[in-house]
């Protein structure tokens, strides 16, 4: 993404209880949570001003933590308190939300029980994921050779740094092939998601996601299912093959960044947005006004 560098930019980051410079907002390279994951996060997103879905994106952020062991030093409220005040703050309108948490430097190995733990959010503008012709062409997407991992390894539903390695090379690879994005597979070869986002097809005005079963139900994707339920279009979650994807008309990804963005190839498979698509498209962006706008 274009623009300064992320350590380089101008402004404030809210760091453990207080606003700090921004290119002061550093941690110790014998962080455990560099080290070993021990980190959690959240991709939140404001438009107009408004927080959307700000008690969900917190929650997920504890649950995360939760699963991770660790518990965070706040309460939920007081963190949605300061993800609203960072905004005013840095006279942010539409712009993405990065809270993050992780395991401190006290100790540094596989164990580290009673290591701080250190909590920070960043707010910054955040235009399109993709380039808006990327966005109205339709994203091209390569199948990844690496799956999401069965559940019994690891815990699916955080939103943990850990688990996005084999996204970032799934997502390098499929890059460096000429394709925006890659679709991974789960453990078992059934369709699963994108590197950042989930999935959806359609077919004779019908919607097809892949169960949530060892990826994260994302928050736009539940917001999508009701969209879509509430248009009287009827949605299918199962287990989706690969082999499947040739009898599919449309496809989008769904996501707080990428929100409801048309696909227009996996692999040598072809898809058209059409009636559905542009219809969730559509509603989605306007789910998301504030409320205040809304009501207009
Ligand atoms: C791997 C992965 N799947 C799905 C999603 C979509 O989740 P959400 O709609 O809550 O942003 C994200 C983004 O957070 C993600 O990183």
């Known amino acids: 993404m274009a623009g300064p560098a992320f350590d380089q930019r101008e402004g404030h980051i809210w760091y453990n209880g207080e606003y700090v410079d921004w290119k002061n907002a550093k941690v110790h390279v014998l962080t455990h949570g560099l080290h070993y994951g021990s980190c959690v996060f959240e991709g939140v997103r404001a438009y107009g001003g408004e927080i959307f879905k700000l008690e969900e994106h917190t929650d997920r952020l504890f649950k995360s ?8 030093p706040y309460t939920q409220d007081a963190l949605m308190r300061v993800q609203i005040d960072i905004l005013a703050k840095e006279g942010l309108t539409d712009a993405y939300l990065r809270p993050v948490a992780w395991r401190g430097s006290e100790m540094m190995g596989i164990s580290a029980q009673s290591n701080t733990i250190n909590v920070a959010v960043a707010a910054w503008e955040w235009p399109s994921y993709f380039s808006p012709e990327a966005r109205l062409q339709g994203l091209r997407l390569a199948t990844a050779e690496w799956r999401r991992p069965d559940p019994r390894t690891i815990p699916c539903k955080a939103k943990a740094s850990g688990l996005y390695m084999i996204c970032t090379l799934s997502k390098h690879k499929a890059e460096q092939a000429g394709y925006n994005d890659a679709m991974m597979l789960d453990f078992e070869g059934y369709v699963a998601e994108a590197t950042g986002a989930n999935i959806f097809f359609a077919k004779n005005g019908v919607l097809h996601t892949p169960m949530p079963d060892c990826f994260l139900n994302g928050l736009t994707r539940q917001t999508v299912v009701d969209l879509a339920r509430r248009r009287g279009i009827e949605v299918i979650e199962r287990k989706i093959r690969p082999e499947e994807l040739g009898d599919f008309e449309e ?12 696909v227009s190839q996996i692999d040598n498979y072809a898809f058209t947005p059409g009636d559905v698509t542009k219809t969730l498209m559509d509603d989605y962006t306007s789910e998301v006004l504030p409320k205040a706008a809304a009501a207009e």
Do not use: K, R
């Open 251 to 262: 496809c989008f990804l769904t996501g707080t960044a990428v929100e409801v963005t048309p």
């Open 65 to 72: 933590a939760e699963a991770l062991g660790f518990e965070l």
